[in-house]
T-cell receptor, first 113, second 113 residues
Framework: DVKVTQSSRYLVKRTGEKVFLECVQD?????MFWYRQDPGLGLRLIYF???????EKGDIPEGYSVSREKKERFSLILESASTNQTSMYLC????????????FGSGTRLTVV | GENVEQHPSTLSVQEGDSAVIKCTYS??????FPWYKQELGKRPQLIID?????GEKKDQRIAVTLNKTAKHFSLHITETQPEDSAVYFC????????????FGSGTRLSIRP
């Protein structure tokens, strides 16, 4: 009964490559989010979206972009991967206007070499 | 923007004892405070949350307290068990629909047998 699916569990990319991380949810949630998780830094918000084709910057958007062409899918794009983007990336979703927390995906551990 | 600080970063307690994790937040507009538990290799999951019109909330062995004046909130786990070992994240949001959540840096809780 997985509700938020991230396309890759582990990913290794080279410096300078364009990287796409995909997230799909089947709960009809309006809100979708991308976080990165690093030891000692917790979960930091990269980008989020309240609706299709809508996006807002989080706290650390530099070096990233996002795309939300369909309600159920939210993609994180690393335009030119760098080694400091090696991290665990977590996607999450939630309902708009309803109480409750996020549902997280399982995460993608990205290594940039 | 909102800033959430969490202490301690690591906590080790004897099985059966209590554990307390403390957080402070900066934005007085925040009114929803969820707590997430992340077991090793798994996704974060919501374990309890509290809204600003409530001072305390309990769910079996877990309780959260909120002091809006001082802008701090705490997680209390009583009668700790081995399965409580995990990383715990506190968080703050401007609304209970979780349109945007800012997380603390996490506390790694270890339960000693």
């Amino acid at each position: 009964d997985v509700k938020v699916t991230q396309s890759s569990r582990y990913l290794v990319k080279r410096t300078g490559e364009k990287v796409f991380l995909e997230c799909v949810q089947d709960m009809d949630h309006e809100n979708m989010f991308w976080y990165r998780q690093d030891p000692g830094l917790g979960l930091r918000l990269i980008y989020f979206s309240y609706d299709v084709k809508m996006k807002e910057k989080g706290d650390i958007p530099e070096g990233y972009s996002v795309s939300r062409e369909k309600k159920e899918r939210f993609s994180l794009i690393l335009e030119s991967a760098s080694t400091n983007q090696t991290s665990m990336y977590l996607c999450a979703s939630s309902f708009q206007g309803a109480p409750g927390g996020y549902t997280f995906g399982s995460g993608t551990r990205l290594t940039v070499v | 923007g909102e800033n959430v600080e969490q202490h301690p970063s690591t906590l080790s307690v004897q099985e059966g004892d209590s554990a307390v994790i403390k957080c402070t937040y900066s934005d007085s507009a925040s009114n929803y405070f969820p707590w997430y538990k992340q077991e090793l290799g798994k996704r974060p999951q919501l374990i309890i949350d509290i809204r600003s019109n409530v001072g305390e909330k309990k769910d079996q062995r877990i309780a959260v307290t909120l002091n809006k004046t001082a802008k701090h909130f705490s997680l209390h786990i009583t009668e700790t068990q081995p399965e409580d070992s995990a990383v715990y994240f506190c968080a703050a949001s401007p609304d209970s629909s979780a349109s945007k959540i800012i997380f603390g840096s996490g506390t790694r809780l270890s339960i000693r047998p």
